[in-house]
């Protein structure tokens, strides 16, 4: 096989970007041969020698594709990404791989053949500050963690957002709100930087910007297991917002925001200085460390690329979409733990957070909700557009 054909579940706003990529050529040996979307429209633009598909199961039999990439509303992640893999063709799901950690176990145990290959559309682990700080980190410059403070509130949303879709922002639709939709690519690099936490304590304002029933605003607090500390803040009501990561070590401090990586270094550890120390008030001495930072970020691009490189080279995956499962249980931790209002012991409980969920969609207000098109009309999202 010299080129990966690929097929498009879910044509809404983020599949028809993936699809436009590799019809403008920019992921290589890569050939888009069909497109699936429960909406006609959304098929309209595709033709010629792209096969056009309403459902998921027809595209599957068909065998018009190597490999699919599911960018559907979240809940249809599992259900389809289990009927592929069963299928046997290669799968890139969008992020979160599937709502809850139950459905995460149970998209991921389908995955059974060794060749098959299975990724996540995590593109921020291409962005190099975010490498360069894990080439830190797993260096030992920060020495043994001790604190992670991470303030992304820069996810501002407009009422008309959330009335663009009939599945955003809703229990049933979407299953969750700024940890589902927004944040999975910020807790995937929570993890992938620092590791799973052990205990979480998550607070949530559910509509509390927005008439919507889902949350909105997130504050979190974190227990590692070696003692270290975090807190997580996340909102789309907040204006201006703020992106800001900063992660301390008994070695120093990197902060991550618009200014770009910056690294304070102690000459002794805070440890040692703290124990050594003949001063009541003394402070290690610190360097300020230049840290270069060079590539560019290939984003979803480079995922796809990585994506169809390991199905014909066999290159290790950027994203293995059975990571997918952390960030996912760090979002489903932080709200179990507002709704119940106590913290939660890591590894989660994924079938008792599955109940909760069930009980907020029976007791849900927004059965149906109906969405607006710019400027007037409807905007209905279909159950296979993102």
């Known amino acids: 096989m010299s080129e990966v054909r690929l097929a498009v579940i879910g ?13 403008g050529g920019k992921v290589a040996r890569c050939r888009l041969t069909a497109v699936c979307d429960t909406d006609p429209e959304r098929l309209e633009p595709f033709g010629g020698d ?13 065998g018009a594709a190597d490999a699919v990439l599911i960018a559907t509303p979240h809940y249809p992640h ?44 995590f ?25 992670v403070i991470w303030i992304v509130t820069n996810w501002f949303r407009t009422e008309h957002y959330y009335a663009s879709g009939t599945w955003r922002a809703t229990w049933r639709g979407e299953g969750g709100g700024v940890l589902l939709n927004q944040c999975p690519h910020q807790l995937d690099m929570l993890q992938w930087l620092c590791g799973m936490p052990s205990r979480i304590r998550g607070f949530c304002g559910f509509g509390k910007f ?27 009501g907040e204006a201006p917002g703020t992106n800001r990561l900063e992660i301390s070590g008994e070695s120093g401090k990197i902060v991550v925001d618009e ?44 995922i796809l690329e990585n994506f169809v490189n390991a199905i014909l080279d066999g290159a290790p995956l950027i994203a293995p979409a059975r ?8 979002g489903n931790a932080i709200l179990f733990s507002a709704l119940t209002g106590k913290p939660v012991t890591l590894p989660l409980d994924g079938v008792a957070f599955e109940r909760r969920l069930k009980r907020l969609i029976r007791e849900s207000g927004a059965v149906r909700k109906k969405a607006v098109r710019r400027g007037g009309g409807d905007l209905t999202q279909s159950f296979q557009s993102r």
């Not at 029933?213 to 504050?219: C, G, K, L, N």
Request: charged share 25%.
């Open 323 to 330: 990571e997918g499962i952390r960030s996912v249980e760090i």
């Open 210 to 236: 927005h008439r919507i029933e889902v949350e909105d605003d997130v504050t979190a607090y974190l227990e590692y297991p070696n003692g270290a500390t975090g807190v997580f803040v996340a909102s789309t």
């Open 11 to 23: 044509v809404g706003g983020m599949g028809s970007y993936h699809a436009g990529l590799i019809q």
């Open 50 to 62: 792209i096969a056009t598909f309403s459902d998921h199961k027809a595209l599957l039999r068909s």
């Open 259 to 302: 200014a770009g990586l910056r690294f304070t270094r102690n000459e002794v550890s805070s440890r040692e200085f703290c124990r050594t120390s003949p001063e009541a008030f003394a402070v290690p001495p610190v360097w300020d460390v230049r840290i270069p930072v060079t590539g560019t970020a290939t984003q979803h691009a480079g």
């Open 123 to 147: 593109n921020m682990r291409t962005e190099p500050v975010y490498r360069r700080v894990k080439d830190l980190i797993e260096r030992g410059e920060l020495g043994r963690l001790t604190r």
């Open 78 to 121: 599992t259900p389809i990404g289990i009927a592929a893999l069963q299928r046997g063709v290669h799968v890139l799901v969008e992020k979160p791989i599937s709502v809850h950690k139950a459905d995460c176990e149970r998209l991921i145990a389908a995955h059974r053949k060794r060749k098959q290959v299975f990724a996540a559309m």
